[in-house]
């Protein structure tokens, strides 16, 4: 198993009003983006701001790739093999072209979704 995601989560925004926070991307092997995040505009269990991201239960996922147009790009995404995992139907697409994602995902999940990831990159590289 790779880092603990929850680990490299780094805040990069919060609202001074009390709305909202966001985590920086996460860029995995220089393959893809990983947005991780869990506030009370996301869809995340709780729906609220917390301090610590080790006391969220589930996280808001979104997937995309750097080095083709679109993940789900037919013969150039790496949706094509990605999809056959067992997280992957919790990804639908987002309503930005080119991206999934998955809402409350559980940690456990956002765990083998980023070591799949990784993993991925890593032997595409070879």
């Known amino acids: 198993m790779a880092d603990d995601f929850r ?3 780094k805040e990069a925004y919060r609202s ?3 709305w909202g926070r966001t985590y920086e991307e996460l860029k995995v092997g220089g393959v893809f983006t990983l947005s991780v995040q869990a506030s009370d505009t996301h869809s995340s269990t709780p ?8 006391q969220y239960e589930a996280f808001e996922v979104t997937l995309s790739q750097d080095d083709a147009p679109f993940i789900d790009t037919p013969g150039k995404g790496a949706w094509d093999e990605l999809k056959q ?19 409350y ?14 993993a991925y990159a890593e032997n595409k590289g070879k």
Do not use: S
């Open 16 to 18: 001074p009003d009390g």
């Open 105 to 118: 995902l559980p940690v456990a999940e956002v765990q083998r979704v980023f070591d799949d990831l990784e």
């Open 85 to 103: 995992r067992p997280w992957a139907e919790k990804f639908g697409r987002g309503y930005i072209a080119g991206v999934r994602v998955a809402e």
């Open 7 to 9: 680990t490299l989560l």
């Open 47 to 54: 729906e609220e701001i917390l301090d610590d991201p080790f």
